[in-house]
């Protein structure tokens, strides 16, 4: 699927900051993480990259969205990321979703979608806002199958062959 823009010029904004995301999953996948990457944005700026870090940093909680989170606060000096805008390769999980949400991003952009864990286009989602006071727009399938086919080889890389 495209990406969801409301006009050309947004879907081939969209589809730019979501190619800078996959060339960044990419470079995370070749160092053995999965590769899931995200950056954030404001007024067609990249504010800040992450990349998904925990098997090097031996945290759990290093998701690409976080990493990008905690660069893009460090960076403007304040955990508010108010008008910023999340792109990542990979459907949030439920803690992402909740730093999102922490940190008021604005709109968040995700690639291909996570079944597993994905939050963002379940029920988690409407559970989630229901209980808060900050919501924001989530918009899936931006670059979907090639974010989906890096993952897939990635792991079919690592499993054994039968």
Same mark, same amino acid.
Request: proline share 4%; net charge positive.
């Given at each position: ?44 700026? *990249?504010? @800040? %990259?992450? =990349? ?6 031996? +945290? #759990?909680?290093?998701? /690409? ?35 999102? *949400?922490? @940190? %008021?991003? =604005? ?6 979608? +996570? #079944?597993?864990?994905? /939050? ?38 690592? %499993?054994?062959?039968?």
């Amino acid at each position: 699927m495209a990406c969801q823009g409301n006009n050309v010029k947004n879907q081939e904004r969209d589809q730019a900051f979501m190619g800078e995301a996959l060339r960044l999953a990419r470079r995370a996948g070749r160092s053995g993480e999965v590769p899931v990457a995200a950056v954030l944005t404001r007024d067609g700026t *990249i504010i @800040a %990259r992450g =990349a998904n870090a925990t098997l090097r940093r031996k +945290d #759990p909680t290093a998701h /690409a969205e976080v990493m990008a989170i905690r660069k893009a606060s460090r960076i403007l000096g304040n955990h508010r990321l108010v008008g910023l805008t999340l792109y990542v390769t990979l459907e949030p999980c439920l803690m992402c979703l909740g730093a999102m *949400i922490q @940190a %008021r991003i =604005a709109r968040c952009v995700f690639a291909a979608t +996570d #079944p597993k864990v994905g /939050a963002a286009s379940t029920l988690a989602l409407t559970r989630v806002r229901k209980g808060v006071n900050h919501r924001f727009p989530v918009e899936g399938g931006c670059l979907a199958e090639p974010a989906a086919a890096l993952l897939r080889e990635f792991f079919q890389a690592r %499993r054994p062959q039968r």
